[in-house]
């Protein structure tokens, strides 16, 4: 795993946008085409913002997938990853090919999940954008996470250390307002992007980030798993890396 530290979370978000880009860049270079996985949450805002003001990208030949959602969520609430996406990211990038999200308020879910599945299986990812959890989750799994299932989309229980991220980010008003189970990409499916960019700051997040470099890797530290990738990058600010640059 490659680490960067960076003294705030605008440089890290820099750098990690512009890592990524140039993998994309490589990719339409290279294919004609280029697929990325974004994720959301107060982890990606810098990583998003310098994303879109990147350089060189035809946004044309680039397909986008949608990390997670929680299940039975409007796409117009306030909390919806889907509003957060269209938000952030895709009304603002240039005559962008495809965002394929996940409609986890879908009346038949299993329709749903096979159709999030079918479409990821046939376009292989170049980069994912993602984060750690405060519980070491990367997208919604949770621990114990499913190191084993092959499949690409799968609905999850949320734990209670997750939902209350949810709460204290200010994406709802109180733990009972946040769902329990969502729709998330598996971790072996992430785990096939051709590179992974992780970005986490905050200090919240530094008892996660020492998970992801010290603890066996396992279901119960399922941010630990990503030790097991070849191309993943691991973007922190100095808060999140408080507890290595301790020695802890």
Same mark, same amino acid.
């Given at each position: 795993?490659n680490i960067g530290i960076y003294e705030?979370?605008?440089?890290?978000?820099?750098?990690? *946008?512009?890592?990524?880009?140039?993998?994309?860049?490589?990719?339409?270079?290279?294919?004609?085409? *280029?697929?990325?996985?974004?994720?959301?949450?107060?982890?990606?805002?810098?990583?998003?913002?310098?994303?879109?003001?990147?350089?060189?990208?035809?946004?044309?030949? /680039?397909?986008?997938?949608?990390?997670?959602?929680? /299940?039975?969520?409007?796409?117009?609430?306030?909390?919806?990853?889907?509003?957060?996406?269209?938000?952030?990211?895709?009304?603002?990038? #240039?005559?962008?090919?495809?965002?394929?999200? @996940?409609?986890?308020?879908?009346?038949?879910?299993?329709?749903?999940?096979?159709?999030?599945?079918?479409?990821?299986?046939?376009?292989?990812?170049?980069?994912?954008?993602?984060?750690?959890?405060?519980?070491?989750?990367?997208?919604?799994?949770?621990?114990?996470?499913?190191?084993?299932?092959?499949? #690409?989309?799968? /609905?999850?229980?949320?734990?209670?250390?997750?939902?209350?991220?949810? /709460?204290?980010?200010?994406?709802f008003d109180g733990l009972g307002d946040?769902?329990?189970?969502? @729709?998330?990409?598996?971790?072996?499916?992430?785990?096939?992007?051709?590179?992974?960019?992780?970005?986490? #700051?905050?200090?919240?997040?530094?008892?996660?980030?020492?998970?992801?470099?010290? *603890?066996?890797?396992?279901?119960?530290? #399922?941010?630990?798993?990503?030790?097991?990738?070849?191309?993943?990058?691991?973007?922190?600010?100095?808060?999140? *890396?408080?507890?290595?640059?301790?020695?802890?």
């Open positions: 795993m705030t979370v605008e440089i890290m978000g820099a750098h990690a *946008a512009e890592l990524g880009a140039a993998a994309v860049r490589k990719a339409i270079a290279d294919r004609g085409e *280029a697929n990325i996985i974004l994720a959301t949450g107060a982890s990606q805002f810098s990583t998003l913002a310098s994303l879109i003001k990147q350089p060189g990208i035809d946004w044309s030949k /680039v397909t986008c997938f949608h990390l997670d959602e929680y /299940v039975g969520m409007s796409q117009n609430h306030k909390a919806s990853f889907r509003k957060y996406l269209r938000e952030r990211f895709a009304e603002k990038v #240039p005559n962008l090919k495809e965002f394929v999200y @996940v409609a986890a308020d879908a009346p038949d879910l299993k329709a749903e999940l096979a159709r999030l599945s079918k479409r990821i299986k046939k376009q292989p990812i170049d980069v994912a954008f993602i984060g750690i959890g405060e519980n070491g989750h990367i997208a919604f799994n949770d621990p114990p996470a499913d190191f084993q299932t092959e499949e #690409p989309y799968i /609905v999850v229980d949320l734990d209670e250390k997750c939902r209350l991220q949810q /709460v204290g980010e200010g994406w946040v769902p329990k189970q969502a @729709v998330s990409m598996g971790i072996r499916q992430i785990l096939k992007s051709a590179m992974i960019v992780c970005s986490v #700051p905050d200090q919240r997040k530094a008892e996660a980030v020492e998970m992801a470099l010290n *603890a066996p890797i396992s279901p119960s530290a #399922p941010c630990s798993i990503l030790r097991q990738h070849p191309d993943c990058h691991l973007m922190l600010d100095l808060p999140a *890396a408080s507890f290595i640059l301790k020695g802890r």
